[in-house]
């Protein structure tokens, strides 16, 4: 299997829809020519045209506006908001219009949508390129809410979300786009190259979207991330030397909450980890979910780790990203209680 | 120095107690603009930005190069099926706003007064063409021949609703008839229309899309997002602006500002943009005619503002009584489009007054007829429950495993 970069298997998704599904379009801001400011398209246009893959004005609602009446007349279009954080304008459009198409209608028409974005921290990008909006989408019935950690999962979790018929908003964690993340932000920078999931078959491949992938087997306490929080869960527990479960949730909504009880149930311990900030959280939503499943079988308080409840900071970062420290911190706490 | 700037806050044509006046507005005569070429550019439209389209004139005449331009399209026999999807309109209107008075059904909105554009635009657009239209657009469907039964069923939430009483009354849907599920919020829409037509030209079908919004959501963001997309892709699309004066208590000052048209925005855009008398069923049919052959024709977009007055209240929930003088729809110098068309067909010695008072008790009859048949399946004071499971289908394709869960819970 060929080694592919985060940037490289998503490029390699939208590739192979564009190539098997002639309804695919795919666009945004500065998406055609140049390729995307993080280059996920790069060589789309040149090799399909301009009328499958083009650039947007700066308009995000038109964007998803655009996507819906595509959609809804048929084709398949997959758009790029350029971060997460100016996804904002196109919030109505998102929530109150591609999420609720095939309900109000009964189903007479539909919103086969994927709306991608680089998601959270980790790149220096200071308040509006830093966000985690997800809790803002998973709180919207008639979304599905995809966020991979890693290149083999981005790339059959895109086909899958392109495939799929209803929208799907596809949260990339710009922190791993060009490597895994070791927690260590001061530490040398690796690449995709060695790591396990750095590896993607070069065709086509589905990783079916509602399962969640157990990245660390283990029997003390389970670990729900997803993203770059992961990685984040990896280098702590590989530092602490705890036994712990690491659940990557990859897709939020609709949740595998299977996977989650089942684990949590083992374990009889949970920490939950996100970048975005702690109050109303997707972490709010887990731990609501597992203290209901699981409550009997609970040992110890859900503890959760989270972005501090403040606007993302530019030059305190590191400060702010619930960095290993804090993870380990909260996987001990969680042991002792 | 003492500061001198004024803030301006624009008047309305009345309040309770107060005269109307229209002076704001300059009605130029009928039949005094050409008819362009189709591939009319932006540099060319001014005149029609800023003037208005008319075929009747003060008595009823149609004149002017505009009437020529219909031709057989303003056959009496056509313009009578005109009046009659008018009277039509006007009598579900009627119906279902006294129902909703009765308890029968939660809300409703009427179009009195806009009839004739929906009417007139709908009979000249194709199978396979997809208006995206607001809530005050029923008459497009009217003009579409949308079955009465479905049409008054969404609006009483039962068994006979296609849409499963999911959706407040009027927000019908119907993908058969070219009608986009309508979403309640405001501006959404129109930029959805230009993403279809895109479609449409992608696909390289020979489809069109029509996006509608009221002037007052002229304001919105989407409004300004459609105008600039279909001015960069150039898609078959017609923006239709439904121009009626009033934003529910706002005068259409808020919206328009300053003393351009809202056709002349659609200018700054480089879109090619018409005015149109919104009233005068003859000018409705000609100005859409036009518009869709253009359209269809792969000479871009366009933008129509249909200049019209909103005779009802804004909805069943809203007493205009409190905000504008009663006489303002009386006093509205573009009249009232049955009653022009009406006028019309009498002078042209295709109708009259005994006919129209027959065929007004004819639709009236039918939607009695149909209401009944459909009010048998259960109003708000007669309910016949539907199964509350029904809410969570089709939220997705297939229903997810925490939606199971709910239902569960729902007990059904």
């Given at each position: 299997m060929p080694s592919m970069t985060m940037i490289e298997a998503i490029r390699s998704a939208m590739d192979i829809m564009l190539e098997r599904d002639n309804r695919t379009v795919i666009y945004g801001e500065d998406v055609g020519y140049f390729g995307g400011v993080f280059r996920c398209t790069a060589g789309l246009q040149e090799k399909y045209g301009q009328e499958r893959v083009f650039d947007t004005p700066i308009n995000e609602s038109a964007i998803v506006g655009m996507a819906i009446g595509m959609a809804a007349h048929g084709m398949r279009p997959c758009?790029?908001?350029?971060?997460?954080?100016?996804?904002?304008?196109?919030?109505?459009?998102?929530?109150?219009?591609a999420a609720r198409i095939r309900h109000r209608s009964n189903g007479d028409f539909t919103c086969p949508i994927v709306i991608r974005m680089p998601t959270g921290g980790g790149i220096f990008g200071g308040q509006t390129h830093s966000q985690s909006p997800e809790a803002l989408f998973t709180h919207v019935a008639g979304l599905k809410v995809v966020q991979p950690s890693n290149p083999y999962d981005a790339k059959g979790l895109l086909i899958s979300a392109m495939e799929d018929t209803d929208p799907v908003i596809f949260l990339e964690p710009k922190r791993l786009y060009n490597g895994p993340f070791g927690g260590d932000h001061s530490g040398q920078a690796i690449g995709w190259k060695q790591h396990p999931k750095g590896k993607a078959p070069a065709g086509h491949y589905r990783v079916p979207l509602g399962k969640a992938n157990i990245s660390r087997p283990g029997n003390d306490v389970t670990v729900l991330a997803y993203g770059t929080m992961v990685h984040v869960a990896e280098a702590a527990v590989k530092a602490c030397g705890i036994d712990a479960e690491i659940i990557d949730l990859r897709t939020l909504l609709p949740l595998d909450l299977e996977t989650i009880v089942t684990s949590v149930k083992k374990t009889g311990r949970c920490v939950v980890l996100h970048e975005a900030t702690r109050t109303s959280g997707f972490g709010a939503e887990l731990i609501a979910e597992v203290q209901e499943a699981c409550f009997y079988h609970l040992e110890a308080p859900i503890v959760r780790v989270t972005g501090w409840d403040a606007p993302y900071p530019h030059a305190q970062e590191w400060d702010y990203f619930p960095g290993p420290e804090r993870v380990t911190k909260a996987l001990q706490q969680t042991l002792e209680a | 120095m003492t500061q001198t700037a004024k803030l301006s806050f624009p008047h309305p044509p009345s309040r309770p107690g107060v005269t109307p006046d229209f002076s704001y507005l300059k009605i130029p005569k009928a039949g005094t603009l050409a008819v362009p070429d189709v591939k009319m550019s932006v540099e060319d439209a001014a005149p029609y930005a800023h003037g208005l389209i008319r075929v009747l004139d003060g008595k009823g005449k149609a004149v002017g190069p505009w009437a020529k331009y219909l031709g057989d399209t303003g056959s009496a026999e056509i313009l009578r099926r005109g009046l009659r999807d008018m009277l039509m309109m006007r009598a579900i209107d009627k119906?279902?706003?006294?129902?909703?008075?009765?308890?029968?059904?939660?809300f409703?909105?009427?179009?009195?007064?806009?009839?004739?554009?929906?009417?007139?635009?709908?009979?000249?657009?194709?199978?396979g063409d997809m208006n995206f239209p607001t809530y005050r657009q029923q008459s497009l469907l009217v003009g579409s021949d949308y079955p009465l039964e479905l049409m008054i069923g969404q609006v009483y939430s039962n068994s006979m609703d296609p849409l499963k009483g999911r959706q407040l009354p009027v927000l019908h849907s119907s993908r058969e008839y070219g009608y986009f599920t309508v979403s309640g919020n405001l501006g959404t829409q129109y930029v959805q229309a230009v993403g279809w037509a895109m479609a449409a030209a992608l696909m390289k079908d020979d489809g069109i899309a029509a996006g509608w919004i009221g002037d007052g959501a002229t304001a919105s963001n989407d409004f300004h997002g459609a105008l600039l997309t279909a001015s960069v892709y150039k898609p078959p699309v017609i923006l239709n602006v439904v121009n009626n004066q009033w934003a529910i208590s706002s005068c259409t000052g808020f919206a328009g500002g300053g003393k351009a048209t809202y056709a002349e925005r659609g200018l700054g855009y480089g879109i090619p943009s018409i005015r149109v008398d919104g009233n005068d069923y003859l000018a409705v049919l000609a100005a859409s005619k036009w518009a869709i052959d253009r359209a269809r024709g792969g000479d871009g977009p366009i933008l129509i503002e249909w200049l019209t007055y909103r005779a009802a209240a804004?909805?069943?929930?809203?007493?205009?009584?409190?905000?504008?003088s009663k006489r303002e729809a009386a006093a509205w110098p573009l009249g009232d489009p049955v009653e022009r068309l009406k006028t019309h067909l009498i002078l042209k010695d295709a109708w009259s007054q005994e006919r129209h008072v027959q065929a007004e008790a004819e639709v009236l009859d039918e939607v009695r007829t149909v209401q009944k048949e459909v009010e048998s399946h259960g109003t708000f004071v007669d309910p016949r429950p539907m199964p509350p499971a029904d809410i969570l289908r089709d939220v997705y394709a297939e229903m997810p495993e925490h939606l199971r869960r709910q239902r569960q819970q729902m007990g059904s």
């Open positions: 758009v790029e908001m350029q971060f997460a954080d100016y996804m904002f304008p196109a919030f109505d459009q998102i929530s109150q219009e | 119906r279902l706003q006294i129902a909703q008075r009765q308890g029968k059904t939660s409703y909105i009427q179009c009195t007064g806009e009839e004739a554009i929906g009417c007139g635009f709908a009979r000249m657009l194709s199978k804004h909805s069943s929930s809203d007493d205009p009584s409190v905000y504008r």
